[in-house]
């Protein structure tokens, strides 16, 4: 299967101007050479570049898996939200209880 098959079936765009400036200036000024990313996608805020070398490396089924784990990482239910919350929450109140 082809870079270009892959990239659709995973849902991923081109970069562009805009994400270039927003999240890879960085990696460039650290001194990494970042033209081989040619794909990215958005989980929530934050942003997977890809490139062609890792999407020819490994194939759709690896890649769907991969995707299915960084969607549950980056994009949790609104229950875990809420539990991470309340547990900074009742560290916060037990903090201020000991002072």
């Known amino acids: 299967m082809d870079i270009h098959a892959k990239a659709e079936k ?3 765009l081109e970069v562009d101007y805009k994400i270039y400036w927003r999240n890879l200036i960085h990696l460039k000024n650290a001194g990494k050479d970042i033209e081989q990313y040619q794909y990215y996608k958005n989980y929530g805020s934050t942003t997977m570049v890809y490139s062609n070398e890792y999407l020819n490396n490994h ?3 690896t890649l769907l898996d991969r995707d ?3 969607e549950k990482i980056f994009n949790p239910n609104i229950f875990r939200r809420i539990k991470g919350k309340y547990d900074s929450f009742m560290l916060r109140r037990y903090i201020r209880k000991q002072r």
């Open 10 to 12: 995973l849902n991923l």
């Open 59 to 61: 194939d759709i089924e």
């Open 68 to 70: 299915k784990k960084n």
